[in-house]
């Protein structure tokens, strides 16, 4: 069964270095996610792409994330400076079509803990 | 805008006792709503969902109806299990809508 790939798995990095992730969605997935799981609490949107194109990242704290979609297929998620408060566990998802209409696929996550 | 309250956890079970989870939702329209589960260390994986009212969503024993008139969304499982030891997560998202709106989680431990 195909799977949403996210890399890496575990990231330790010291507070106001650089930081970034990798998701590879489910292929022909046109819709991908960026969610961000604080330790005890459900996933909050930080970003979501329709193919290239960001639909909605009003959520991301933009000052020091940003995220890309260059080819409409994987994604990079960065964080500069990372902050003590970045450490959570981030989450890439993709769908086929319309939310709603369809599931949406999670991979398995890339944890971040900030020292 | 969208909520999702769930029960707090730790909800602590023997072996082979049954299982509610309560979710009850705050949206406008006809939003889908899903059921996610999360072990130990590892990614989200969806369990259910319904995309109607009335519509019963299940999945490896596990059941939730979407109940409109009460706004709530709440998983069952006959018989609980050690494996099912794990947190689940209520979602919900609209058909027009964009974003999955969860609740905060429970956590669901099964002893043998």
């Known amino acids: 069964e195909a799977e949403v790939a996210q890399s890496p798995r575990y990231k330790i990095t010291e507070k106001s270095q650089a930081v970034a992730f990798w998701c590879d969605p489910i292929s022909g997935h046109a819709t991908l996610y960026w969610y961000r799981q604080i330790l005890g609490q459900g996933p909050e949107l930080l970003v979501q792409f329709q193919d290239e194109s960001v639909v909605d990242d009003s959520q991301l704290p933009k000052d020091r994330f940003s995220a890309e979609r260059l080819k409409g297929v994987d994604s990079t998620l960065k964080i500069q400076p990372a902050e003590l408060g970045d450490s959570a566990m981030y989450l890439c998802a993709s769908s086929k079509d319309r939310p709603g209409e369809d599931t949406i696929y999670f991979g398995e996550g890339s944890w971040l803990t900030v020292v | 805008g969208d909520s999702v309250t769930q029960m707090e956890g730790p909800v602590t079970l023997s072996e082979e006792a049954f299982l509610t989870i309560n979710c009850t939702y705050t949206?406008?329209?006809?939003?889908?709503l899903f059921w996610y589960v999360q072990y130990p260390g590892e990614g989200l994986q969806l369990l259910l969902k319904a995309t109607k009212a009335d519509d019963k969503g299940s999945n490896k024993g596990f059941e939730a109806t979407y109940r409109k008139e009460t706004t709530s969304f709440h998983l069952e499982k006959g018989s609980v299990q050690v494996s099912d030891s794990a947190v689940y997560f209520c979602?919900?998202?609209?058909?027009?809508?964009?974003?999955?709106?969860f609740g905060g989680g429970t956590r669901l431990m099964v002893k043998p």
């Open positions: 979602a919900l998202i609209h058909n027009a809508g964009n974003m999955l709106t």
């Open positions: 949206a406008t329209g006809y939003p889908s």
